[in-house]
């Protein structure tokens, strides 16, 4: 199967002039930024306002989640009453994140507090019941689920058995029957009224934190100690959001951005290590989820994930600096690994793959469950199709399924349930358990769901642009002034732009893989870098279509606009 290489070009949405031209009066904002703020969502000054400022006050009250109180209730007891709590994470960052999250914080409220990370290749996904076992040998009297636990009854009953109360926080799509719990916290339920559903499974537990904290408060329980500042633990709030691909619109935007300002002071010693060994200098959205998430991330995909809990928690800088490289070598040989499985897995295909299938199933015994799901979203980005990858061992496979646009995953594994021993996830990514002799019909199932769902133009991949412009509007201070709409991530993505009819100068290849060159429109022009493209160098010979993301360059203290090329194509062609 040869992977698809062109994407077509669709406008985001229209907006509407007369509104433009309002939003830009009074938010003092460009034309520009007025019609992008509209294709976010913004439809009067006071959205206008919000989402420009993006300020903390503006949270929504964590009480109107469904079991709040119940959690609330009863973690002040434990905090009071000097209870041990154990919180249960994930392996993934998100879970790391989270966990580190509450533990900080309920050890500074007070709370003697014990944490547990399953181990991948050992324990699997979800919330352990040897793990419960264990806190309460240990003393423990109320256990704290963050980023799992949704869909665990069998463990949520083994709870109640061993005399824990348990709180769950989670993100995850719930199935039709909660686990009978003390408290399930989570924004899908049906029932709960919370506003914002696309946090993170660390989005949630900052939310449970917030809510104990205000109602220890209103005890008097902070008389006698000091009550911690929560926008200290934000850099943790937006590590695991980012990394979790969670939407960075409403709630998620504005802890994110506050997160970032957090993640560059550089206070947690963590942090500072993690940001040494991978050369960042200053922190983004882009930086998190290509360069420190990945590391932080590594142990729990081939070794412990409680290593990076342990970081984030660690507060001697020469410690963070040791345990930052050993996590920096495991993502070396994470890589190692992943492009070995990523070799084979389109070795495969070539062999394998008929072009008229929708979805992509492929299982073997030689693959490392930590590393199958990047792997399955390398291979969604070549092939656009529903993607499911299965680690197989001793007779049972983990798998780790991504997905494309318009085709819901968690529902997809729900429609093919009967061939699953466990399944759980999101829209776009989702892991799975299967007995090795059910994956043939298991692939079946899936491929026709994929068939019932799917049309031949949502298999054809996408671009999604904002707005057409002139190379004129793009001074350095218009450029600059997109800085406002950041964060930029998933659900919040980075202006991309179209330019049309175009001619292209002084073009060159940088180092047999880049371009670039000046693009040209009536008497203006701007440079273009075009990473990855340096083989589609003759389609620059007449006139052109540009897609691109604006920035600006700093180069011996010279600012300058530059184009970050996404696709061109040859002027006049549709879409």
Not at 150 to 162: D, F, G, I, M, N
Not at 324 to 339: K, S, T, V
Request: charged share 25%.
């Amino acid at each position: 199967m040869n992977p698809l290489l062109r994407y077509l070009w669709d406008c985001r949405g229209e907006v509407d002039a007369a509104l433009t031209r309002i939003l830009a009066e009074k938010l003092q904002v460009s034309p520009l930024v007025a019609a992008l703020l509209q294709q976010r969502g913004v439809t009067d000054i006071d959205q206008g306002l919000q989402y420009l400022s993006s300020r903390l006050a503006a949270m929504p009250d964590p009480l109107l989640m469904a079991d709040m109180e119940a959690a609330v209730v009863r973690l002040c007891r434990a905090v009071q009453g000097g209870e041990r709590i154990a919180v249960h994470g994930d392996y993934d960052v998100d879970g790391i994140t989270a966990s580190a999250l509450l533990v900080e914080n309920l050890r500074a409220f007070g709370a003697t507090v014990d944490y547990y990370i399953p181990l991948r290749l050992v324990d699997g996904y979800g919330l352990s019941g040897e793990a419960l076992q264990r806190a309460a040998v240990s003393g423990a009297r109320v256990a704290v689920s963050v980023d799992c636990g949704v869909s665990a009854h069998e463990e949520a009953r083994l709870a109640k058995e061993l005399g824990l109360d348990l709180i769950i926080t989670d993100h995850h799509q719930p199935p039709e029957q909660l686990p009978e719990a003390l408290a399930v916290i989570n924004p899908h339920r049906t029932d709960c009224a919370f506003p914002d559903k696309g946090l993170a499974g660390v989005g949630v537990a900052f939310m449970l934190l917030v809510a104990l904290r205000s109602r220890l408060r209103q005890q008097g329980w902070f008389q006698q100690r000091p009550e911690p500042d929560l926008r200290h633990s934000l850099d943790l709030v937006a590590l695991g959001t980012i990394a979790d691909i969670a939407p960075l619109s409403g709630l998620n935007r504005i802890l994110v951005k506050a997160g970032l300002a957090v993640l560059n002071q550089g206070q947690r010693p963590g942090i500072a290590a993690l940001k040494q060994v991978a050369d960042v200098k200053e922190v983004s959205c882009g930086s998190v989820g290509f360069r420190l998430a990945p590391r932080l991330n590594a142990a729990g995909r081939l070794q412990d994930a409680a290593q990076g809990v342990a970081l984030l928690l660690e507060p001697l800088a020469d410690k963070a600096l040791e345990s930052a490289r050993q996590l920096d070598d495991c993502n070396r040989q994470r890589q190692a690994i992943e492009q070995q499985t990523l070799d084979q897995a389109l070795e495969r295909l070539a062999e394998e793959y008929d072009p008229a299938q929708r979805s992509i199933v492929l299982a073997d015994p030689e693959w490392h469950s930590g590393v199958i799901g990047i792997v399955a979203s390398r291979l969604v980005e070549r092939f656009y199709r529903p993607t499911v990858l299965i680690a197989v061992e001793n007779g049972r496979g983990k798998g780790s399924a991504r997905s494309i646009r318009g085709f819901h995953l968690y529902r997809a594994l729900h429609d093919s349930r009967q061939h699953l021993s466990a399944y759980g996830g999101h829209e776009f990514a989702a892991g799975l358990s299967i007995p090795a002799d059910n994956i043939n019909a298991f692939a079946s199932a899936f491929e026709a769901v994929a068939e019932q769902e799917l049309s031949e133009e949502q298999l054809q991949p996408r671009h999604l642009f904002d707005q057409e412009v002139l190379l004129e509007e793009l001074t350095p201070e218009t450029v600059v002034e997109l800085d406002q709409l950041a964060p930029f991530g998933a659900g919040n993505p980075q202006p991309l732009l179209v330019a049309r009819n175009l001619r292209a100068q002084q073009v060159q290849v940088l180092g047999d893989k880049h371009l670039r060159f000046t693009a040209r429109q009536g008497g203006y022009s701007q440079a273009c870098i075009a990473f990855g493209m340096a083989e589609r160098s003759d389609e620059l010979a007449g006139e052109f279509d540009l897609l691109f993301t604006p920035g600006i360059n700093e180069w011996r203290d010279r600012r300058s606009v530059q184009l970050k090329v996404k696709d061109f194509r040859v002027s006049g062609q549709e879409r």
